[in-house]
């Protein structure tokens, strides 16, 4: 059961964030436009539901797991108080999704809040949805790598291109994928490991 549990951990969650961005990334290239920002809005949501559930799911499969085995079952209820396994639960599956969240919640209001304070100088509509999107796609801490590459991408094509505007909205997605293919050489090469929760 706890192989089950771990398989599903390890390659269940990035498949789905692959397939997402991927699919995101390909309607960009053959319809040579993003989807409508009320599109965006919902792939957001669905995508933020997503993660939250699949935390619940993964700490309800772990307690039955727990209950199942004669020795771990006596750190659960009626033998052990209850705060031990939704500790547990906490750090191993639902504190990761919620700080991924808040990073992506946060870029998000921070691209909002500069396109109405310097007038949609820097960043398109849907820059905030891809941002968001491409944090949770490629979760914590990899999505400091993602954020990084991005925002590095922009700069060196604002001096290239000399435009007003940074023309990161070619970016978000490439990096997302370039940073999901890559996730396993970033987190084992990378100091960016010391920031794994």
Known sequence: MYYKLNLIL????????FLLIEGLLLFQIFKK???????????LQI????????????????YYAWKQNDISK??????????????????????EPVIVIL????????????????????FYDEEPYLA???ILATSWPNCLIFLSLVL??????????????????YFWLPCALLVLL???IISKYLIINQFVI
């Open 10 to 17: 390890t390659y269940f969650s990035p498949a789905i964030s």
């Open 33 to 43: 436009r993003l989807p409508s920002l009320k599109n965006l809005k919902i792939l």
């Open 47 to 62: 995508f933020i539901t997503f993660l939250i559930i699949f935390a619940i799911f993964l700490s309800v499969l772990n």
């Open 74 to 95: 006596h750190l659960l209820p009626p033998f052990a108080s209850i705060t031990y396994i939704l500790h547990y639960s906490w750090q191993h599956y639902l504190f």
């Open 103 to 122: 990073v992506a919640l946060l870029a998000f209001w921070l691209i909002k809040l500069l396109n109405q304070k310097f007038k949609n100088t820097f």
């Open 132 to 134: 968001a999107l491409g």
């Open 152 to 169: 590095f991408l922009g700069v060196i094509s604002h001096f290239v291109v000399k435009e007003k505007r940074f023309p990161l909205l």
């Open 182 to 184: 890559l996730s396993g």
